[in-house]
């Protein structure tokens, strides 16, 4: 899996905008993606997942869009809340695998 | 549900103590993780349980670091002797499939 360096990318965002944070991925036979939000103090909490079989799969505000021609995940965040303000990390799965692999993190920064 | 439930929270203790940190996942889940997360080096997973059976222990340091599942729903990692570099986040997670549900985490810190 990919290794976390000592500093984050950061995305900071004004309230009411658009968010929207990105993942590359190396394992061409991962068939299961998940985006994660992480609080502050927190564990990281699921926010939504997406089978390789899909492109797109929307939640409640957020969007999952995957291309696996350039293995490359994006989380699409609408109208950004200060609540949101997390560090959000992408995990892929493959073959049946109980084990994820975690990306690295985005810490998304929203100024109200 | 109460989710997965990780103590203590917090724990200061001094080199070459011995640790002890307890997780119990959620009722009905069978798969069990131990992940450590440092500002270095991320989110590790250290070892990972199937029906309460070490899987991968591939991510566990050193000998210092063992785990444990004697029953469905409970676990623990121990680290002895402690040491300053293992001051940490160490998170366990549950899952039944693909979900996993973390923990709050327990903050380790060894002086």
């Known amino acids: 899996g990919e290794s976390v360096g000592l500093h984050l990318p950061t995305l900071s965002v004004q309230e009411g905008d658009n968010s929207i944070i990105n993942c590359a991925y190396s394992?061409?036979?991962?068939?299961?993606f998940i985006w994660y939000k992480q609080e502050s103090g927190k564990g990281p909490q699921f926010i939504i997942d997406?089978?390789?079989?899909?492109d797109k799969r929307q939640g409640q505000r957020v969007t999952v869009l995957l291309n696996k021609t350039v293995k490359h995940l994006s989380l699409q965040i609408a109208a950004t809340q200060p609540g949101d303000s997390a560090v959000y990390f992408c995990?892929?799965?493959?073959?049946?695998?109980?084990?994820?692999?975690f990306g690295r993190g985005t810490s998304l920064i929203v100024h109200p | 549900d109460a989710g997965v439930i990780q103590s203590p929270r917090h724990e200061v203790t001094e080199m070459g103590q011995e640790v002890t940190l307890r997780c119990k996942p959620i009722?009905?889940?069978?798969?069990l993780f131990w992940y450590r997360q440092t500002m270095m080096r991320g989110l590790e997973l250290l070892i990972y349980?199937?029906?309460?059976?070490?899987?991968?222990d591939s991510g566990m340091p050193e000998d210092r670091f063992s785990a444990k599942m004697p029953n469905a729903s409970f676990s623990t990692l121990k680290i002895q002797p402690s040491e300053p570099r293992d001051s940490a986040v160490y998170f366990c997670?549950?899952?039944?499939?693909?979900?996993?549900?973390f923990g709050p985490g327990t903050r380790l810190t060894v002086l």
């Open positions: 995990a892929e799965k493959s073959g049946g695998s109980y084990i994820p692999t």
């Open positions: 997670a549950s899952s039944s499939y693909n979900e996993q549900f």
């Open positions: 394992n061409s036979a991962s068939d299961y």
């Open positions: 349980f199937n029906n309460n059976v070490p899987i991968d």
């Open positions: 997406i089978r390789s079989n899909m």
């Open positions: 009722s009905g889940h069978n798969s």
